[in-house]
């Protein structure tokens, strides 16, 4: 599902690499309170235990990991050791953003805590998932300080790169396939899951089903829809965005979703109906017929595209000769001994799996 995640990700993405204060025993031994230096400068220990215990918790909430496990241990083994890298790289980007005198304004960081506040249907509901991050917001804003200054350094460092008209063109001929889109809707959706595995399934789905029927009244009794979801929806990525689904085409979603999304008329509420993921109501928004867009429509965004991945090119390259200039020690103790890859995304409903 477009967007499914953007909420979670947008939030993740801001803080970089935020998190919760840790409660890891074995960690409060480090007396100085750093777990590596970068050029002299520290790595602080607090850090370095936010990062991981968020990360713990996303796993734990995302994926089931149990941390106590033989197979816990070492996965956990192999985020640290990431979490080092990652951890030193910024450092050794802030270091740099200090040589060029690249700050974050107060100002820059209300914009960019605004963005990350727009993912959320309301005020409630962000100030639910930072609370679930553990953080307060003072410790966003922080995190959004550096981030900030770390874009400004991005820039600089690619500030002399020039995308042509030419270049434009090129892209666009060669990517045609990209601009050209099928018919698509544009919906939101209110999930109410029902339990496969339930000890009394028929009593369970009826249970789903009168709850979706109860929200659908609701709605036609004048309930805002973005606000229902938001509140009662069994789907985690859309319903931080009301329950908006972006636009999609056909052979996104299963076939009674679909067909239902397809059959309306915009503004529309359907009635509800069932999937293999439980019962949904549906509101249509828009509708797009088949086309390609003409380079004109879509020059601007090729145009930001391609400076953005030639920027993003040219930043890399530079922060791996920061690193190989760089004198970087991680103290013993922090050194993992196992690495085991994370887990992949499981699949998010409605769309076809």
Known sequence: MKNSTKAAYGLALALLIGGVTASCSALTFNKDGYVATVNGHKVSLK???????????????????????????????????QLLQQLTERELLLIETEKRGLKATDAEVETKLADVKKQFPDNAAFE????????????LKQQLFKAVAIEKLQKDVGKDIAVTDAQVADYYNKNKAQFAHTEEVEASHILVKFDE???????????????????????????????LAGENSDDPGSKAQGGSLGFFGKGRMVPEFEKTAFAMKNGEVSEPFKTQFGYHIIK??????????????????????????????????FVETLKKGATIEIRPEYQPKHESPAPSAAPVTPEKK
Do not use: W
Not at 128 to 139: M, V
């Open 284 to 317: 249509r928004l828009d509708y797009r017929p088949a086309r390609t867009e003409p380079l004109a429509e879509v020059s601007k965004s090729i145009h930001e595209q391609l400076q953005t991945q030639q920027q993003g090119e040219r930043f890399q390259q």
């Open 197 to 227: 595995e339930a000890k009394d399934k028929a009593k369970d789905e009826a249970r789903a089903l009168g709850k979706i029927k109860e929200i659908h009244a609701k709605v036609k009794a004048g309930g805002d829809f973005a606000k």
């Open 128 to 139: 639910k998932a930072i609370k679930e991050y553990g953080l307060t917001l003072a410790d």
């Open 47 to 81: 850090d370095y235990n936010q990062a991981l215990e968020q990360q713990k918790k996303q796993y734990a909430m995302r994926f089931g990991v149990d941390f106590n496990s033989t197979q816990g241990k070492q996965m956990l083994a192999g985020m640290q050791q």
